[in-house]
């Protein structure tokens, strides 16, 4: 069976995701999504696809739950939160869906102390105020 033929924009969108550090199947697979044209949108802002602001596949992986999960925010602040994702101070899914309920009902600017805290940054226990951890 051949695989159905892929259109010249989900082409464009996979190849610029594999620039981007996606292997070649995943890229394909998140070009193909209903995310694509804000996770495309927000590694573009973020210049993910240049060697010096490379991610590394979880961090993608996470960049993608922001351009999915986020978009009633404004792209300042789901710059903000890849940011946080790109420094490691947000490393786990749960991390980052805190950071985006937080960034939704609190106004600008940002207290990063107080964001720090709210999504578990620095803390090995995540905070009392996050859901638990699904356990697999």
Same mark, same amino acid.
């Given at each position: 069976?051949? +695989? +159905?033929?892929?259109?010249?924009?989900?082409? =464009?969108?996979?190849?610029?995701?594999?620039?981007?550090?996606? /292997?070649?199947?995943? *890229?394909?697979?998140? &070009? !193909?999504?209903?995310?694509?044209?804000?996770? $495309? !949108?927000?590694?573009?802002? %973020? =210049? #993910?696809?240049?060697?010096? $602001?490379?991610?590394?596949?979880?961090?993608?992986?996470?960049?993608?739950?922001? #351009?999915?999960?986020?978009?009633?925010? *404004?792209?300042?602040? !789901?710059?903000?939160?890849?940011? &946080?994702?790109?420094?490691?101070?947000? &490393?786990?899914?749960?991390?980052?869906?805190?950071?985006?309920?937080?960034?939704? /009902? $609190?106004?600008? +600017?940002?207290?990063?102390?107080?964001?720090?805290? %709210?999504?578990?940054?620095? /803390? *090995?226990?995540?905070?009392?105020?996050?859901?638990?951890?699904? /356990?697999?």
């Amino acid at each position: 069976v051949m +695989p +159905p033929k892929v259109s010249p924009e989900v082409e =464009h969108l996979a190849a610029f995701f594999a620039q981007c550090g996606l /292997s070649d199947q995943r *890229s394909l697979e998140t &070009a !193909r999504s209903k995310t694509a044209p804000l996770a $495309h !949108r927000l590694l573009q802002l %973020a =210049h #993910a696809d240049s060697h010096s $602001h490379s991610l590394d596949d979880k961090q993608i992986t996470l960049a993608l739950q922001i #351009a999915k999960d986020a978009n009633s925010l *404004s792209d300042d602040q !789901r710059l903000f939160i890849l940011d &946080a994702v790109r420094d490691r101070r947000l &490393a786990k899914s749960d991390q980052v869906a805190a950071a985006i309920k937080y960034l939704g /009902s $609190h106004p600008q +600017p940002i207290d990063t102390d107080d964001f720090n805290q %709210a999504c578990g940054v620095g /803390s *090995s226990l995540a905070s009392p105020r996050l859901a638990p951890p699904l /356990s697999l």
